[in-house]
């Protein structure tokens, strides 16, 4: 059936207060990280390619600590709020990240008021799973695409909607915008939509998009 709406949102630099994956992958592999990160932000260089290849760098014995590097990432303001929102519209909050499934699900369990994990509020998580049993990770991925290891546009096809809301903040969501009728945009990401000259709306936090979905919705 049919949804008459539903929420798509990237996770890092987006969930994330700051960009907490290419923070990890600037940690653990500093120097290939300095030389593909530019070329993949100037769309030089595939997402698909690059982050690949700057993964599968990573000696599997450090999966652990990159783990742990996820516990001590803040969320966004308003996460909490804007899924209470969504809950009472009966909209799905799906998150489609291109980065690590273990970080998406690790950030999300620990934020929540009193510790009450969000990772049970979320209709679906799209990642990036990696196998950490060889020398250096191998990353998997149900939906790889022609230029990104998660291609968001593949997974909107997967729930369909009357009305599709796409939010993000950089170069990894910038397909999803394209086709998204409506985006919440901010950071690089809304750089890119205006030199494809596509409209938006600009966010600093959650709390900006509840306010403008429950202004369109509830009007």
């Known amino acids: 059936m049919k949804l008459k709406r539903v929420v798509f949102c990237d996770f890092d630099g987006t969930i994330t207060a700051q960009e907490t994956f290419v923070g990890m992958l600037k940690e653990f592999a500093p120097e290939l990280c300095q030389e593909l990160i530019p070329k993949m932000y100037a769309r030089q260089l595939t997402l698909r390619a690059g982050v690949r290849q700057i993964l599968e760098s990573i000696p599997s014995a450090l999966y652990p600590e990159i783990i742990a590097y996820s516990q001590s990432q803040p969320t966004r303001p308003g996460l909490e709020q804007l899924i209470d929102f969504l809950d009472s519209q009966g909209v799905p909050f799906i998150v489609v990240s291109g980065g690590l499934r273990g970080m998406v699900e690790t950030v999300l369990s620990q934020a929540g008021k009193e510790g009450e994990s969000l990772l049970g509020r979320v209709a679906a998580i799209y990642a990036v799973d990696v196998e950490a049993t060889d020398e250096f990770l191998r990353i998997?991925?149900?939906?790889?695409?022609?230029?990104e290891l998660v291609a968001k546009v593949q997974v909107m096809a997967l729930h369909p909607a009357e009305e599709q809301i796409a939010i993000g903040d950089s170069v990894t969501d910038l397909n999803m915008a394209l086709v998204a009728p409506i985006v919440f945009a901010r950071s690089r990401l809304c750089k890119y939509l205006d030199q494809q000259d596509k409209s938006y709306l600009s966010w600093n936090d959650f709390f900006?998009?509840?306010?403008?979905l429950s202004r369109q919705w509830l009007r």
Do not use: M
């Not at 998997?140 to 230029?147: L, M, P, R, Y």
């Open 140 to 147: 998997k991925s149900e939906f790889e695409g022609d230029t």
């Open 208 to 212: 900006d998009v509840r306010e403008e």
